[in-house]
């Protein structure tokens, strides 16, 4: 099993920047992947950014040039630096690591509230 911990969330104005944080029960060179999706109220929830055990970042368009995804091995954590929000940034942001290969399955955090306000 693999425990996920988002920390970060908050309420921001349009503009401003936050930084999401998630902490793995495992060490995360164990995970074939980490991400970052978020689920804004009332829609599906969609995928932002992707890091690869090898260091390779994925960005959704909508937040190229805006957002970084980054993460700390000895810490065992992913981070997800959020610049330039804007109110279409307000969601439930979610953190899921790929941990099929040694541990059988995907794996969420509970998610982080951000709500950007205009």
């Known amino acids: 099993q693999v425990q996920l911990m988002e920390a970060g969330g908050g309420l921001v104005q349009a503009g401003g920047s936050l930084r999401l944080s998630c902490s793995a029960s495992?060490?995360?060179?164990?995970?074939?992947?980490m991400s970052w999706f978020r689920q804004p109220p009332g829609k599906e929830r969609e995928s932002v950014a992707q890091?690869?055990?090898?260091?390779?970042?994925k960005y959704a368009d909508a937040v190229k040039g805006r957002f970084v995804i980054s993460r700390n091995n000895t810490a065992n954590t992913v981070y997800l630096q959020m610049n330039n929000l804007s109110p279409e940034g307000t969601a439930v942001y979610y953190c899921?690591?790929?941990?099929?290969?040694?541990?059988?399955?995907?794996?969420w955090g509970q998610g982080t509230q951000v709500t950007v306000s205009s």
């Open positions: 899921n690591v790929d941990g099929k290969a040694l541990y059988g399955g995907i794996f």
């Open positions: 495992r060490n995360i060179f164990t995970f074939d992947s």
């Open positions: 890091i690869t055990n090898s260091n390779r970042p």
